[in-house]
């Protein structure tokens, strides 16, 4: 069966709220709603063909969204003033491609699975079109008069949330909605209604609670939530993650010298930093919360102050060694927070480098680093000018190993 999917996606969205976008053009994890409509149509392996019904205005948009697919299998249409205006001259559109059959979907039904358009697509064996519904979970109430003191309860089993894609022998739906066009009927809410109003043989197929219609802002942000933890939740067991953070600290003693180093930066200063290596209090601390992350002992453990071959040393090798020790468990650094402890210099005007320069070393994002400063209101040993002390903590993803494992 040669098999179309007309994507309703005209509306603007009036609803929703929230700036001027209409929704199906807003982000939902990491695309547009409609990007999501789209990719699953087509990989949807029956659909030689999808129409886009659109708002003119949508149009630049659209064409973004569609760029990476298949040239010739994305036909963009302009919508009418109603949904189904709109269906209507999607099909219009489809008539010289005489498809046998044609799935027609709301574009804000991001969630739609190939399972649900399969079955929609199997019930056109028998029937003349094929309908997703799902049961109803709330008690309906129907007012008489149109007021609200007034009602009876409706029998909820026999009532039915209809979804889309709902899908039809393509010669049938067309002829169904230019008779309904003709006949100046312009009030049907979806197409399956035209369908029963023209008489055709329709089927109700199990609809999906992920189907639903996002309208309100609130659906949307659900949906994106949702999108994000599909994207951030492992599907595996195998590739679970846990998460440990390590702490540092670290003090060096000022003394002769016109520069300090930290983080990673030689900063000018009337005095210098005394150690065995460059005196990095930042990154000292810092190495060791990554170390203390992963229980794998502390700076000194690895680089004995002892040893000859780190006298001078430059302290970003011992940083990176210890990312190493994360990288070789299979982790990975998720975060890590350094504080300076001094009165002087001020750290301020240097702390977009220095996160910059720990960027580098930690190979993470910037947004994952976080460099603060302090001073102690003048007291204690650094009040008193006598040396600089760095307090770090490092959160480490590492491979879930069960307790007791
Ligand atoms: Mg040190």
Not at 254 to 279: M, N, Q, W, Y
Request: with cysteine; hydrophobic share 40%; glycine share 10%.
């Amino acid at each position: 069966m040669n098999i179309a999917v007309l994507i309703v996606a005209a509306g603007r969205g009036s609803r929703m709220g929230g700036g001027a976008l209409p929704k199906q053009f807003r982000r939902i994890g990491n695309a547009p709603m409609l990007s999501h409509v789209l990719e699953r149509f087509a990989t949807l392996r029956a659909v030689d063909r999808i129409v886009l019904v659109i708002h003119p205005d949508d149009r630049a948009r659209v064409e973004e969204l569609a760029e990476h697919l298949p040239p010739g299998k994305v036909m963009l249409v302009a919508g009418g003033a109603t949904r189904q205006s709109s269906v209507l001259a999607g099909l219009e559109a489809l008539e010289t491609h005489a498809p046998d059959a044609v799935l027609i979907h709301d574009g804000a039904r991001p969630f739609v699975s190939h399972e649900l358009c399969e079955r929609v697509i199997a019930a056109l064996d028998e029937f003349q079109g094929a309908v997703p519904a799902l049961p109803v979970a709330d008690t309906l109430k129907m007012v008489d008069d149109g007021t609200d003191s007034s009602f009876h309860t409706l029998d909820r089993s026999k009532i039915y949330g209809a979804q889309t894609p709902q899908g039809f022998l393509f010669r049938d739906i067309l002829d169904a909605h230019r008779k309904a066009h003709a006949s100046k009927r312009d009030d049907f809410t979806d197409d399956a209604s035209i369908g029963e109003w023209s008489g055709l043989a329709l089927k109700l197929v199990a609809g999906e609670e992920a189907n639903r219609k996002i309208t309100t802002g609130e659906d949307l942000l659900a949906a994106d939530l949702k999108q994000k933890m599909g994207d951030v939740l492992p599907q595996n067991e195998d590739d679970r993650l846990e998460y440990r953070t390590g702490s540092g600290f670290d003090v060096h003693r000022f003394g002769e010298g016109s520069e300090v180093t930290l983080c990673g930066l030689a900063i000018p200063h009337s005095r210098g930093l005394k150690g065995h290596s460059d005196a990095d209090v930042g990154l000292h601390a810092l190495t060791d919360a990554v170390l203390g992350a992963i229980g794998d002992g502390d700076i000194g453990t690895h680089f004995p102050p002892t040893d000859v071959r780190w006298k001078n040393a430059a302290s970003d090798q011992f940083l990176a060694h210890a990312v190493e020790r994360v990288r070789a468990r299979g982790g990975s650094i998720a975060h890590v927070d350094v504080t300076l402890i001094c009165e002087a210099p001020k750290i301020g005007p240097h702390r977009p480098a220095m996160v910059a320069r720990l960027s580098d070393i930690l190979e993470i994002e910037p947004d994952r680093i976080s460099v603060k400063a302090t001073t102690t209101e003048g007291l204690g040993f650094a009040g008193r000018g006598e040396g600089i002390a760095a307090m770090a903590s490092a959160t480490v993803a590492l491979p879930l190993q069960k307790l007791g494992a």
